[in-house]
C-alpha cells in the first residue's frame, strides 16, 4: 500500500530550523515528483518546493527562497524539507505529496498525501 508520512514539525522560535521529512513506503520514492505544500489556518494549501524524478528543483514560494531547500535520501526513501530562518508567517501544516509527471504548483495534480505534520514558528 502506497503511504507517505511527514514528520518533524514542531515549535520553534522565529531564525531556528526544522527539517521535516517525507518517507514513503510501499513505493520508490526517487521515481516520482515530490511536492512539499503547506496550509495555514484560514488560507489555501500553497506549494512551497517541489522535486522531480529527474532532481529538478522547483521553487514556488518567493518568500522562502534561501530559507527552505529540498533534497532526497533514495537510500532512506525520503525526500527532505530543511527550513531555516523560520518566521512566524511559515506557520503551518506541511505536506509532502506524489505525482508520476512533472513538478507542478496545482494541488489537485498530486494524487497521493501524507497526513501533515504541524509547524509553529513562535517566541
Known amino acids: 500500500q502506497l503511504q507517505l508520512v511527514e514528520s518533524g514539525g514542531g515549535l520553534v522560535q522565529p531564525g531556528g530550523s526544522l527539517r521535516l521529512s517525507c518517507a514513503a513506503s510501499?513505493?520508490?520514492?526517487?521515481?516520482?515528483?515530490v511536492g512539499w505544500f503547506r496550509q495555514a489556518p484560514g488560507k489555501e494549501r500553497e506549494a512551497v518546493l517541489c522535486i522531480s524524478s529527474s532532481d529538478t528543483k522547483t521553487m514556488y514560494t518567493n518568500s522562502v527562497k534561501g530559507r527552505f531547500t529540498i533534497s532526497r535520501d533514495n537510500a532512506k526513501n525520503t525526500v527532505y524539507l530543511q527550513m531555516n530562518s523560520l518566521k512566524p508567517e511559515d506557520t503551518a501544516v506541511y505536506y509532502c505529496?506524489?505525482?508520476?509527471?512533472?513538478?507542478?504548483?496545482?494541488?489537485?495534480?498530486?494524487?497521493?498525501w501524507g497526513q501533515g505534520t504541524q509547524v509553529t514558528v513562535s517566541s
Open positions: 505529496a506524489v505525482r508520476s509527471s512533472y513538478c507542478s504548483t496545482y494541488v489537485h495534480h498530486f494524487g497521493s
Open positions: 510501499g513505493f520508490t520514492l526517487d521515481e516520482y515528483t
